[in-house]
């Protein structure tokens, strides 16, 4: 018998005595850990950016395109969904309108918050080193109160989308304009950056998925002109929140990979993408959206996730305050309604196109604006304002004007609740770490304010996390402004190295801010409230609110498109087959943030 012969004969009975041992341990019931399958090393290959498409889906903007576009598609990010059965009640989801508003303290919280905003117009020098003069609501109402609006054309050129052939749904621009009186449910998927799941028709996370699916894959097919079919060759970067919802974010990927079909994906942070927009390493990342700002700061493509911050407030809610304002002042165009898509469209195109950060401009001032509506004339209005048009952009700091009640206004980074599918998660690492480690790691995923680090190492975990919920609770109730917010943030960072970086390069994004002089109006105001310690090291303070001079509402969507096509991110695809065979585990193993 040949040496290999031997080798061969033993190894079999090796085989046979494991066998043996095995049926033993099953018959005492003994049971053998699983052990997980391993996930592959990446694949290295070369990517061709014309066949990634970028998806950067915001509550009230979707933001969509290929890696090699200029700019994405932009389109109104909602969908009117056709009744199943004739009769039924109809449903809308809100724009402008918000939970909070009708409390019994509302009103009392807007005056409140109204008079801080007028406190801080008037203790603010204009730069000629004068007190502005504040106007009073009731010199412009006089005027407004006895305007009517000129006729320029008995017909105002604007349609309800043709509904005759009763499509099943219609997406963007021609869901804006469905007549009420038609029989469609009107949702908005994405709300405050995250999955609009609620009670209520359409409101449960399969609907909310399938109006994505469709949103997306219109879209896709309609101005990208990619055949669904052809997804198989593509590829797909999708921006989510800093502070995102596992499960979602899970099911979304599945849905691109699994349903749309696309061959593979990258899942990374708005915060991350925005400084590979503006071609920053650093920054303390200041995303103003329609419906939330959230805060992180990012060192050299990481985002700290002690720093993130998220405000349940934004744009619309600086909308919404300004069509109270306007009312105040005698708004001449009496039918405005906050429950009507269309005049908060107006609405909001009044406040882009009036309000300002710029303490210089005061005094009452004529402005006019035109109404074009289906069905009815083109009108002309004139309109007489004063401090309206600075007060409204203000509520970004003084929050309290928003007259929000008894919601929660701030929200931190949430330890994961779990997932069955994912045996090495957080809950897995902390049951295996030692007493110490366990204290340590729960205060550190507590991102709380100033302070939470000082609980006694030996302090029972219970107790800990039972005092970390009290602050936690009580400091997300609070409305934190915008200038405390960044503040905040910055003073999470671990460093005075770190925090002198983010005070010198304080980036601005979204559209919630566009306001002029609000670059100026922002760095008085950070300046005025740091540290005075921080004063003294931080040579520059900077706030950068047009990098390379571009729209600031395309800075994360540009950062997600830069991102596919650099070499260094060849590790984090995450593949169809991979993920069929692995699962949530892929984004454990390939997201570039911590899972």
Known sequence: ????????????????????????????????????????????????????????????????????????????????????????????????????????????????????????????????????????????????????????????????????????????????????????????????????????????????????????????????????????????????????????????????LIKMGFSAIIVHQESVCATFGSGLSSACVVDVGDQKTSLCCVEDGVSHRNSRLCLAYGGSDVTRTFFWLLQR???????????????????????????????????????????????????????????????????????????????????????????????HDEHYLLATQSKQEQARHTCRYANLPRGCGSGEVDEPLSAHLSRKTAIMSQFESKALGLDKAILHSIDCCASDETKRKMYSSILVVGGGLMFHGAQEFLLHRIINKMPPSFRRLVDNVEVITRPKDMDPRLISWKGGAVLACLDTTQEMWIHQREWQRFGVRMLRERAAFVW
């Open 1 to 256: 018998m040949t040496q290999a012969e031997k080798e061969q004969d033993n190894g079999k009975e090796k085989e046979k005595e494991r066998e043996k041992e095995k049926d033993k341990e099953q018959q005492r019931g003994v049971k053998r850990p699983i052990a997980p399958p391993a996930i592959p090393e990446p694949v290295q290959e070369q990517i061709q950016s014309n066949f990634v498409v970028v998806i950067h889906p915001g509550s009230r903007t979707l933001r969509i395109g290929r890696a090699t576009d200029t700019l994405p598609v932009t389109v109104p990010h909602v969908i009117a969904r056709r009744h199943k059965q004739s009769g039924q009640p109809r449903y809308e989801d809100t724009w402008l309108l918000r939970e909070g508003l009708n409390k019994p303290e509302s009103k009392e919280q807007r005056q409140n918050g109204l008079k801080m905003v007028d406190q801080a117009i008037w203790s603010k020098k204009m730069s000629n080193g004068v007190r502005r003069t504040p106007v009073s609501a009731e010199q412009a109402r006089a005027y407004n109160c006895q305007i009517r609006p000129a006729v320029l054309d008995s017909s105002s050129r604007v349609k309800w989308t043709n509904t005759a052939h009763h499509p099943p749904h219609l997406v963007g621009e021609e869901a804006l304009y469905v007549n009420p009186s038609d029989c469609y449910n009107i949702h908005w998927p994405v709300v405050r950056g995250q999955l609009n799941v609620r009670p209520g028709p359409g409101g449960s996370l399969t609907a909310v998925l399938a109006d994505l699916e469709t949103i997306w894959s219109y879209v896709i097919q309609k101005h990208l002109e990619i055949p669904l079919k052809d997804l198989k060759y593509y590829r797909c970067v999708l921006l989510v929140p800093d502070i995102y919802n596992r499960q979602h974010i899970k099911e979304v990927v599945n849905m691109l």
């Open 329 to 423: 002042a005698g708004f001449p165009y009496r039918d405005c309604q906050l429950s009507s898509r269309l005049d908060c469209q107006l609405l909001q195109h009044l406040k882009e196109t009036f309000c300002h950060l710029d303490q210089d401009i005061s005094g009452l001032q004529d402005h006019e604006f035109q109404t074009r509506f289906p069905e009815a004339p083109a009108l002309l209005y004139q309109v007489r304002l004063g401090d309206e048009k600075l007060q409204a952009p203000m509520g970004l700091f003084y929050p309290t004007t928003f007259g929000i009640v008894g919601q929660k206004m701030t929200s931190l980074q949430y330890r994961s609740q779990g997932d069955s599918e994912d045996p």
